[in-house]
């Protein structure tokens, strides 16, 4: 009788365990259908890209942005390499959620052009455009082999019109993190090169500035913000101008979730440092923190976003940074923006 009822009493204890179990797992799974919720709620709050003109556009791996002269609720956008193909996006943020209303394929004489990693945009005031293409070290083991970072001016239509590359002694010296940015103030394009090059202090990264009427190229050194981690690495994002030699630079680190901690835009004045050719001792620059972006990325979505990639401001003075998100397959209509007040 003793030992029946141990065992009652054991078969009991076991019930309850799992039934308590059970009540745990269903909490569980209730809060990540919540967060799910609240994921898509909150996205969809903010500009969204739908294609609405081109059923084959790609737009899920946004890596530049740039302001649309010709309208002033318009911004044009390149994607980087995900795609294997080289377009130019023109999108209407007028509305919510945002529209891609045009796409132009970039070409090289005549043809679709090939082996481009586009990371920036700018519109020059004749309506062509300067983008970036991020190079690239021999990797062996991949069977990759070396790329230059080029500046490319093209064509309203898409027609790459002229190629630039750095000085030959520079480009002696560079890694896989390269072009990342462009703008266009004047007569200078001035393009942010994302992370230090083998000639550089690790706390400092260059921008490059090509002068469009005599074709030289000078430099400046931007002092990147300190982060722990053996992993972690900030570097520059995109850059966009403002005027009269100042510009917006978009400053990250490669971490998400609650590691991540530099996602920020700072405000620089080329006018108050002295421009030096490649092989003079490089000026450092001065920076001023305009936003920190952890804040509105936090009520974006419960976990911050890690690559933002494009930095512009709209001709009525809306700023606006995308996500890139690598070609994510689980929503392939739909890549992110947002509007920074």
Do not use: C
Request: net charge positive.
């Amino acid at each position: 009788m003793v030992l029946l009822v141990k065992r009652s009493v054991l078969i009991v204890s076991l019930f309850l365990v799992a039934l308590s179990m059970a009540y745990m797992l269903i909490d569980y799974l209730e809060s990540r259908s919540t967060e799910s919720h609240q994921i898509k709620t909150q996205f969809s709050s903010y500009k969204m890209i739908n294609d609405e003109a081109h059923s084959s556009v790609s737009w899920g791996a946004l890596s530049g942005l740039s302001a649309d002269f010709n309208n002033v609720e318009g911004l044009y956008a390149v994607n980087d390499n995900f795609y294997k193909k080289a377009e130019i996006l023109k999108i209407d943020v007028s509305s919510n959620p945002a529209r891609i209303v045009d796409a132009v394929r970039i070409k090289d004489k005549g043809e679709n052009a090939k082996h481009l990693d586009l990371e920036g945009i700018a519109q020059a005031p004749d309506g062509s455009f300067w983008v970036v293409s991020e190079g690239r070290d021999q990797d062996k083991r991949k069977e990759k082999s070396s790329s230059d970072n080029l500046l490319l001016q093209v064509s309203s239509s898409g027609e790459i019109l002229s190629k630039v590359k750095l000085p030959s002694a520079l480009r002696a010296n560079k890694v896989k993190y390269g072009f990342e940015g462009v703008a266009m103030d004047g007569k200078h394009v001035v393009i942010a090169i994302q992370r230090p090059w083998k000639d550089d202090s690790k706390k400092l990264t260059k921008l490059a500035i090509f002068d469009t009427e005599k074709k030289l190229w000078q430099f400046v050194l931007y002092p990147l913000d300190k982060v722990k981690g053996k992993k972690t690495w900030v570097g520059l994002s995109d850059i966009t101008a403002i005027g009269d030699g100042k510009f917006m630079v978009l400053e990250r680190d490669n971490q998400a979730w609650d590691k991540a901690i530099v996602k920020r835009i700072y405000k620089i004045d080329l006018n108050t440092t002295a421009h030096k050719s490649y092989g003079e001792k490089l000026n450092v620059l001065n920076k001023q923190l305009i936003k920190d972006l952890i804040p509105a990325l936090s009520a974006l979505a419960p976990k911050t976003p890690g690559k933002l990639e494009g930095l512009a401001m709209t001709k009525s003075g809306k700023l606006f940074v995308a996500i890139d998100i690598d070609g994510v397959e689980t929503k392939p209509d739909q890549a992110i923006i947002f509007r920074v007040d």
